[in-house]
T-cell receptor, first 114, second 114 residues
Framework: ETGVTQSPTHLIKTRGQQVTLRCSSQ?????VSWYQQALGQGPQFIFQ???????GRGNFPPRFSGLQFPNYSSELNVNALELDDSALYLC?????????????FGPGTRLTVL | GQQLNQSPQSMFIQEGEDVSMNCTSS?????WLWYKQDPGEGPVLLIA?????ELTSNGRLTAQFGITRKDSFLNISASIPSDVGIYFC??????????????FGTGTLLAVQP
């Protein structure tokens, strides 16, 4: 059984560019949640995808968008990158949308915006 | 909104010492989770608490669910160098009446001197 994987590991972009981050969920999990973790802070909920539909969103602007595919893997897209978007982006998969205590996290993608 | 504050922010201890950290909230949580995050990794769940007053152990780790439901404590006994990392408390956040996201605390950085 493979765990949650994320790609790429690191990414450097410039302000105004667009970025796509990818997450493969753990086998048997149908839900993916995305979190942003700024340096020195705890993760903050961006949104959740359950069975290919967005199922809840945190306090993030519409330029943060996502997708979930039939195999339950997921993408996070960020348009018009800003310097404050520099952070570790974590995805977590779980066996259900309300299985908040069974979220398994990937290693994250470190995004740097210059 | 729901916020979790952790103290202390950081701890620098000698190997073998016991450690205590806590997490407080202005609102009630019905579940408390404690995570550890190693450098370059996502958070890993250590202990889950579901009932006010509950005391749960996982090896050298012991966590308690506060009676007021507004706080939780984590103790580590006989610390070892691999205990180094950032410890987060977390609880389920409400999203339009549904509980599908985690609210994370501000984190406690633990450094252990061999």
């Amino acid at each position: 059984e493979t765990g949650v994987t994320q790609s790429p590991t690191h990414l450097i972009k410039t302000r105004g560019q667009q970025v796509t981050l990818r997450c493969s969920s753990q086998s048997g999990h149908n839900t993916v949640s995305w979190y942003q973790q700024a340096l020195g802070q705890g993760p903050q909920f961006i949104f959740q995808y359950y069975r290919e539909e967005e199922n809840g969103r945190g306090n993030f602007p519409p330029r943060f968008s996502g997708l979930q595919f039939p195999n339950y893997s997921s993408e996070l897209n960020v348009n018009a990158l800003e310097l404050d978007d520099s952070a570790l982006y974590l995805c977590a998969s779980s066996p259900g949308w309300d299985s908040y205590n069974e979220q398994f996290f990937g290693p994250g993608t470190r995004l740097t915006v210059l | 909104g729901q916020q979790l504050n952790q103290s202390p922010q950081s701890m620098f201890i000698q190997e073998g010492e016991d450690v205590s950290m806590n997490c407080t909230s202005s609102s009630i949580f019905n579940t408390w989770l404690w995570y550890k995050q190693d450098p370059g990794e996502g958070p890993v769940l250590l202990i889950a608490l579901y009932k006010a007053g509950e005391l749960t152990s996982n090896g050298r780790l012991t966590a308690q669910f506060g009676i007021t439901r507004k706080d939780s404590f984590l103790n580590i006994s006989a610390s070892i160098p691999s205990d180094v990392g950032i410890y987060f408390c977390a609880g389920p956040g409400l999203q339009g009446g549904a509980t599908n996201k985690l609210i994370f605390g501000t984190g406690t950085l633990l450094a252990v001197q061999p």
